[in-house]
C-alpha cells in the first residue's frame, strides 16, 4: 500500500511537470502566431528610390528644341551654309543656360526652408540644335505677292508632322518701314522676312526672339511652381488662379439660361455647332486631356442681381457693372452641378436677359461698354450675355427664339478663347522691350483647331513638367504617410502603383531629352495617375490614433492573470528540481526520502490550487 | 500696315474687386451689427481662393439632440444663403429630427421656440445621414479616400484654390468628439486629416468651427498651415443650450451657434465684414463660456478675412475681351485632325486597377479561395500541430 502510493506521487510529479511544460509550451508557440496573425500587412514600399525623386537636382529636365533654319535657293547661294549654321549654333549655346542661371538663385532662397520640396520649383533647361537646309520649292520672295496668313502658312509647311521648329528666312516688302517681321505662324513656322540677308542680320533677328519666346515659356512654367501669398496682382498669379488643375478627363457643360420663359422660349443647334466649333479642339488635344460634353436649356433663370439702368443719348439699355459680376451666378437656383462623375467640370452659360431688362451689357472699370459682353470665372468657366435680345423689337408675338449655327458662331468664339484660357493655353506674346528694335510680330492663328503647333508644344511641356513633379510630390507623401502611420495596411496594389510611377518616371527622364514630347507627356501622366490613385486608395486610411496606454489598458487583463501564476509554479517547479536533485545526492535514508515527498504532494495540491485560481 | 493692325491684340485684363474694411472698434457687448460703423481701412486685399466648400457635421443621434441637428441646418442654411453651391457643400446628419415620431411639428427643423424660419424647407440637400456619419466616413470624406462608387455628391474636391469650412457639433469632451455614441473622434485624428488635406493641397485655407463641449481641446494638436480654428469653449469649460421649444420640450440651438448666427444672418455677398468682426461679437456673458480662437497658424491678418471667404462664395471674374478666331462655312464643315496615335502606357495601370474598380469582398469580409486555404501559412499550421498536440497530451494525463 505504501509502495503504490509512493509510486503514485511519483507518477504525480512527473504528471504535474507535464501539465506545465505543456501550457508553457502552448504559451511559448502561441505568442508568436497571436503576434504575428494580428500584424498588419504593410508592402515594403521602394522608399530608397523615392527619395531620390525628392532631390531637387534629380528633377531636372531639359528639353532639346531642334531648329531647322531653311533658306530659299536664291538667297543660299550667297551664303556660306555651314558657317553660317556654326555660328547660328554657337549664338544659341552662348545663352543656352536659362535653367540654370535661374537656379543659382533660386536654390540660395529655399535651401532653409523646410516644408520640402514644395517651394522647389523644378530646374527646367532647353538646349538648342541647329541645322540650316536649302529649298528650292519656293523664292525669297514669295511672300510679296501673297497675305500672310493661315493659307499662306499651310502653303510653306513641309511636313506638318515634324517635331522640329522650322525657321523660314524670306524677302520683306520694299515699303515696309521696320527693319524686320516676324511671323509666328500655326505649323511650328517662324518666319522672319528680312531685306538684308547678310549672315550677322540673320542672326541678329532670329536668335534673340526666338530665345526669348523659349525664355517666356521657362518663367511660365516656374512661376506655376511657386507659392507665394502675397497680395500682388501680378500676371503670374493671375494666370495660376485662372487654370484648371490637370485632370485626365475634364467635364464641360454648355448651358443655355432663358432669363424669363414668358418673353421667348429658346434653342439652340448646340450639337451640330460643338462637332463643328469645338470637335477639332477637342480632338487636338485628346491626349492630353479627354472631354466630356453635355448641355441643357434652364426656362426661369433669374439673375442674382438687378441690372442698372442706363439712358444717356437715347441709348436706353441695362447695364451690370464688372465689380458686381462676382455675384452673377445664382448658385441656389442654378442647377449646374454634375452628379455623374467626378472629373473637374466646366460650365458655359449663354445668359439670355429677359425681356425687361434688355439689352444687357457689361461696363468695364472705366465704365464703358464692353464689347464681348462676356467674361471668365477662374477654374469654373465663362458667361456670354446675349446682347442682340433687345426690347425694342416689336415682335411680341414672335416668341420662339431659335439660336441657329451661325448665330452661335461669335458665341462659340468667345467659348473658345475663355476655354484656352482656363486649360492654360498661353498665347505666344513678345512684350515691346523683349524685341530688338523696330521689329514688328505677327500672331498667326489657326482658325481650324484653335490651338496653333507652338501653343500645344508649350501646354505639353508645361504639363509635363508639372505632372513629373506633382507624381514625385504624392509619391513623397504617400511614403511619409505610410512611414508616419505605423498601424495602416500596406496592400501589394499599392506597391505595384508606385512602383509602375517610378517606372514612369525613370522613363520619362529617360525620354526627356529626346523630341517626342508627346511620348514623355504620356509617361508623365502615368506616373501622376498612379501615384495619385495609390496616395488616395480608400485602403489607406489608417487605423484611428490608438496611443500605446490604450493597448496595455487592453491587453493587460488577459496577460496578468495567466502569466502571474504561470511563473510562479515554473520558479517553484525549478526550485523543488533542485531540492530533489541536492537530496537525492547528499541523502541515503529512504524514510526522510519519503517524508520529503509527503512535503511535496502538498505543496503540489497548493500550487495547482494556485493555477485553477489564475485560469 | 493693313495686316499688322487687323492682328494688333489688346492685352486681357483683369478686375478684383476685393476692398477690406475692418472694424476697428472693439464692441464689448453683442449689439446689433450696423453697416454705417465699418471704417475702410484702404488696404485692398485680394483672396486667393477660387471656390468655397462646407462641410457640415452633426455627430449626435436621438431625439433630445434637436438642438445640435438645428446647429448644423442654421449654418447650412447661412452658407447656401451666401452663394456655395449645394453641390459644394457636404452635409452630415446623424439623425432625421424632423421625421422623429416626437416631433410635434412633423418634417420641420426650427432653431427658435417662435418657430418662424424653417430650416429643413424644401431645398435641403442631405449627403451622410443616420449612420453613415461614422468616424471612417469623415475621415475618408477630409483625406479623399473613397471607394470607386462613392457618387460625386459625397466627395469633397477641393483643390489648393479652396477655402473649406468645416463645422462641427455634438457632444464632445477634453481632445475627443463623439459620433453617434458608439466612436468617437480624437483632435490628433482630426489634425492628422487636415495635414493629409494639406499634403496634397486640398485646401487654400480652411477654417474649423466647432460647438461641443471642450471645444478648444479639439483643434490644440492640429499644425498644419492656413488652418484657423475656433470652438465655443475652452478646455475645462462646457458649452450650452440656447433655450427651449416648450412645445417640442427639447433645446432648440446652442448658444455659441445661435450668437454667431445673430451677426451672421445680417452678412451679405457684397458685405465687408471680416472675422475679426464676427469673433468680436463673441460675448462670455452670453454665451456662458469662453469661446476659443486658434490663428497662430493663419497667416492672414483676420481683420482682412472676409466672412465670406468662408461662409460664402464670391467669384472673382475676369472680362473676356475677344473670341478665338473661326472659319467654319458651314454645319457640316469640320476639320479633320490628324491623329499621330501614341502607344499609351495606360494597360498597366489598368491591370493593376482591374481588380478593385468594383469595391469587393475585401473591405469587407476575407474571401476564402478553398485550394491556399489549407496551407496558408506554415507557421499557422505549425502553430495548430502544436495545440492539437498539447491537448492530446494533456488529455492523456488526465485520463
Redesign the interface.
Known sequence: MRRERELYEKHQVS?RL??IG?IW??FL??I??WW??TEVYRASLPYKEVQKWQDPNSLYINFSIQLSYILPNDIAKDININSLNENIQEEFNKKNIIGNNNDNTQDNTSTDDD?FEYTYPPKIGFSFSVNTKTTDKWNSNIALTR???ENFDDLLTLD??TDEYNVYILKQKETSKSFADVYIGKNKQFMIFLKDFSEENIIKYTVPIILNMFENEHSDIISSFTEE?D?N?SKEE?RK??TF?YASNYQILYSLFNGNVNDYTVNW?IE??I???F??FF??L??ISKFDVTSQIQNFATL?LTAKYSNDNDNKYYYLE??D?????N??EWN???????A?PINFILYIPPYSQSPLY?H??KGEI???N???????G?IVIDKNRNNTMDNIGEHQYIYS?KDL??I???F???L?SLLGIN?I?FLPTDLPRNV?V??G?D????ITAWELDQLLRKRTVQNLVNASR?LN?LA??VGS?RNMVVKD?IK??VD?ALE?LENAYKEVNGR?Y??VF??SK?AL??SE?A???????SM??FPDEHKYAVYMPLFLPISVPLALVLKEEFKKRKKNKKQSSTSSSKSEESNKNVNEKESTSESQSIETNGS | MKLLHNYIYIFSFVILFFISICRSEYSSGFHFPNEREEIIDGFFSKSRHTNNWAVLVDTSRYWFNYRHIANVLSIYRTVKRLGIPDSNIILMLADDVACNPRNRFQATVYNNAERKLDLYGDNIEVDYRGYEVTVENFIRLLTGRHLPDTPRSKRLLSDDRSNVLVYMTGHGGEEFLKFQDTEEISSYDVADAFEQMWEKRRYNELLFMIDTCQASSMFSRVYSPNILATGSSQTGQNSYSHHLDPELGVAVIDRYTYYNLETLEYVTLQSQKTLQYLFNTYDVSLIHSTPGIRHDLFERNLNKVLITDFFGAVYNIELTLKGYKLSRSNENDIPLIQHNTIDDNEETLNRINNNDLIPKNEYKMIKIRSKRSAKVSPIFLLGFVALISGVIFMSKIVN
Request: glycine fraction near 4%; proline fraction near 7%.
Open positions: 504528471n507535464h501539465i505543456a509550451l502552448v508557440i502561441g508568436p502566431i504575428k496573425t516644408d497675305n500672310i496668313d506638318t508632322d501669398r497680395e496682382e493671375i488662379m485662372r488643375k443647334e451640330k455647332s462637332k463643328s466649333y470637335g477639332p480632338d487636338t485628346s491626349f442674382p464688372a465689380k459680376l462676382g455675384h452673377f451666378i448658385s441656389a449646374l452641378a454634375s452628379p455623374v462623375s467626378t473637374p457689361i468695364d472699370s464692353l464689347e464681348t462676356a467674361f471668365l470665372i477662374p477654374r469654373w465663362g449655327f458662331h461669335p462659340m468664339e468667345l473658345l478663347d475663355q484656352r498665347e506674346k514688328r505677327l500672331y492663328t482658325s481650324k483647331r484653335g504624392t507623401s511619409k504617410l502611420l496594389k505595384d502603383k509602375f514612369c517626342n508627346k511620348q504620356l509617361y502615368n495617375i498612379a490613385e496616395f488616395f486608395d480608400p485602403t489607406m486610411v484611428l490614433y
